[in-house]
């Protein structure tokens, strides 16, 4: 028997939310609140000290010592209707999903500015790159595809600024990356029992000859029942690994009121490598059918490893002050969201063959647009629109661990003056997802060798609304 695991999209993780962030992939889209009150239309509006995150060379607009922390609330609604899943055997899963997505995620946000002198500026941020969290439980319709997924990343942003005169401005950043996940997923036990009942009985008639042999008649034929009404087992993954990578940023100020931007975020390279620990305590009440099934999926406890690289992003930005209450931005971002195709899943050092996942992602273009009114001298007020591609190619290609698809973003925010010293910034988003269809089918089957698998089909449609509240406070000294 040969029981396999699909230890799955905790490498899909590094590609680039399910359901608790705004941008595609598992990006997370908001790492300043005064941004996402114009969804993310203000790399070249340098407001604040989290320009370090989208375009370092901003740092030189800003005077004196910053800093800024806060972070974003997600409060994701999310639901899941099943169209006809099926397991490798064409049995029929069954089960129902529960409330998966979370009530809420917070996400902070630090940062921090210094101006040396003309020059020079220095700066630090801390900011959630990749986020997710799901948990369908274990008596979903596709179990075997997923039961759970969790993903925190956070990353260091040290970055510096130079400014060459009053037109043109670069900045440059190194960023240290650190992921941990955790993935748990159904293992199809009843599906083999009964394919390797009709196909390769000897072994499980072997093991009851020796039940009856060694304790009775009543024993076999009580293992023989609990062989045949055999639950799932589970397995789970968990990992973390540092990453490394740069960013890079330009600032072309033609006059006070109006300059472009262009900012590039290199990829990190990330070893995943973490534990696999398998579970066929539960597969039923007779300690001998769990051990034997264990023993017979060749399955044992071990260490997974894969290497991935995250996208690189490339972004262009503009601004305008149009006179002294109103202002204009807009945003371009192109995600290189296409190094993730197929993603091969080792188990050293083990013999166990590796899981494929097929992603054969597309590069994604997010488009934003937003804008300023300058209510008083102590209320600015924010808006903003955005459209954000999902990576995903085709329903066939869409994987429960990440339902992702377009979006439209809608926010509003404001930015109010305490005093000379002390600001509040405040944001609010909806983020509209379209209607996602999955009939995602793993090439890989329990019986089949060489690889690992369920052999799963995950068919169904998923609905997404989010909202995303967030709040920050800036201090200037």
């Known amino acids: 028997m040969k029981h396999k695991y699909l230890p799955l999209l905790i490498v899909a993780a590094f590609a680039g939310i399910s359901s608790t962030a705004q941008a595609s992939g598992y990006r ?14 203000s790399g070249a509006e340098a407001a604040d000290a989290s320009t370090i995150f989208y375009n370092p060379a901003g740092l030189s607009r800003l005077e004196g010592t910053q800093f800024m922390g806060g972070g974003t609330l997600v409060v994701p609604h999310s639901t899941y209707e099943d169209t ?44 959630v790159p990749y986020g997710a969290k799901l948990d369908y439980g274990n008596d979903w319709s596709g179990r075997y595809a997923i039961t759970n997924i969790k993903l ?86 968990d990992g973390d690994d540092w990453g490394f990578g740069f960013n890079l940023g330009y600032l072309y100020q033609m006059n006070e009121g109006t300059r472009f931007g ?43 490893l894969v290497e991935v690289r995250t996208p690189e992003t490339l972004s262009v930005n503009a601004f305008h002050q149009m006179d002294d209450k109103w202002a204009l931005m807009g945003d371009v971002t192109w995600t290189r969201t296409s190094r993730l195709e197929n993603l091969d899943i080792q188990f050293p050092p083990t013999a166990e ?8 992602w597309k590069n994604t273009y997010r488009v934003s647009l937003g804008t300023n ?32 698809s377009d979006r439209m973003q809608y926010s509003i925010g404001a930015n109010w003056k305490l ?47 989010m909202q995303l509240i967030g709040l920050a406070y800036n201090y200037k000294f």
Not at 166 to 177: I, K, L
Not at 374 to 393: C, F, M, T, W
Request: hydrophobic fraction near 35%.
């Open 262 to 304: 262009i900012s590039y975020r290199s990829s990190i390279s990330h070893k995943l490598k973490g534990d696999t620990i398998w579970d066929f305590s539960q597969v039923s009440n007779n300690a001998a059918v769990n051990g034997f099934i264990s023993a017979a999926s060749g399955k044992v406890n071990s260490k997974a």
């Open 152 to 237: 925190e990343a956070i990353a260091l942003n040290p970055s510096v600024s130079f400014k060459v005169n009053e037109h043109h401005s670069f900045g440059f950043g190194v960023t240290a990356e650190h992921m941990k996940a955790e993935l748990g997923q159904a293992v199809d036990v009843p599906g083999s029992v009964a394919f390797l009942a009709q196909h390769a009985p000897a072994a499980s008639t072997a093991f009851l000859t020796n039940i009856a042999k060694t304790q009775g008649q009543a024993a076999a034929q009580a293992a023989g029942a609990a062989l045949k009404g055999a639950k799932d087992g589970h397995a789970s993954m």
């Open 419 to 465: 005093n000379a010293n002390s600001s509040l910034d405040l944001a609010y988003s909806y983020i509209d997802f379209k209607d996602a269809t999955v009939n995602y089918k793993n090439d890989c089957s329990p019986v089949t060798p060489g690889c690992t698998g369920n052999g799963e089909t995950t068919k169904g449609l998923f609905k997404t609304r």
């Open 84 to 127: 006809g899943s099926k397991t490798f055997t064409g049995r029929t899963p069954g089960g129902t999903t529960k409330d998966y997505a979370p009530d809420a995620v917070f996400a902070p946000a630090l940062y921090a500015s210094k101006k040396v002198n003309d020059q020079w500026t220095v700066g630090m941020g801390l900011f």
């Open 28 to 41: 997370f889209g908001s790492q300043s609140v005064s941004a996402q009150g114009t969804a993310d239309a």
């Open 373 to 404: 009114y300058k209510y008083s001298e102590n209320l600015l007020l924010r808006a903003g629109i955005a459209h954000d591609q999902a990576p995903v190619r085709s329903a066939e290609l869409r994987h429960p661990a990440l339902p992702d």
């Open 353 to 360: 063959g590796p899981e494929r996942i097929r992603q054969q």
